[in-house]
């Protein structure tokens, strides 16, 4: 059998049972999924930090740095001189069911330039091509993989609500 729900009532004689059954099962299924919501935020989080050290988020490689980059830098790697942008990149509950992930507003680099500026440049690339694009959050929020682990996460967190109400699933 599929993974899913399967009700079976008598009409006009199980509805008070129905009603029963769901009464508070909505809320606790709201709760149930804002922690799935969390963990799922902080996952991506994870996820985009890990693809910046590997310099290859979900499997996507950087394009390298030119060299008189790495002459200035002292280093191959991009995006990362003192690790102020990936030490910003946060998750913070905006309401009930929404989270954000990514560069807030307020992080500065050492030098005090917003990072929030500094993300989408290298996420996406300058006009002008001097500063190529290395994504760095779509590939994450693209990946299939990745998904697939979060929706795994999802369901297992209804799942559980479902079973804390006596639920068979």
Not at 37 to 53: C, D, H, N, P, T
Not at 102 to 107: A, D, Q
Not at 130 to 142: G, S
Not at 151 to 156: E, I, P, S, Y
Request: hydrophobic share 40%.
């Amino acid at each position: 059998m599929a993974n899913g729900l399967n009700l079976y009532f008598k009409p006009g004689g199980d509805i008070p049972l129905l009603a029963r059954l769901f009464a508070g099962f909505r809320d606790d299924l709201a709760k149930s999924c804002d922690k799935a919501l969390a963990k799922i935020a902080k996952l991506y989080e994870v996820e985009i930090k890990k693809g910046i050290r590997s310099q290859s988020p979900a499997g996507k490689a950087f394009e390298e740095l030119a060299e008189e980059t790495i002459y200035r830098k002292g280093s191959t790697k991009a995006l990362i001189d003192f690790g102020d942008m990936i030490g910003s990149i946060t998750t913070r509950k905006a309401k009930p069911g929404v989270y954000f992930v990514g560069l807030l507003r307020t992080s500065r680099n050492r030098s005090g330039v917003a990072l929030a500026n500094i993300g989408p440049v290298h996420e996406y690339g300058t006009k002008n091509g001097r500063i190529p694009a290395r994504p760095f959050i779509v590939p994450i929020l693209q990946s299939r993989a990745i998904r697939r682990r979060m929706n795994t996460l999802l369901q297992q967190f209804v799942r559980n609500s479902m079973r804390q109400k006596g639920w068979k699933v």
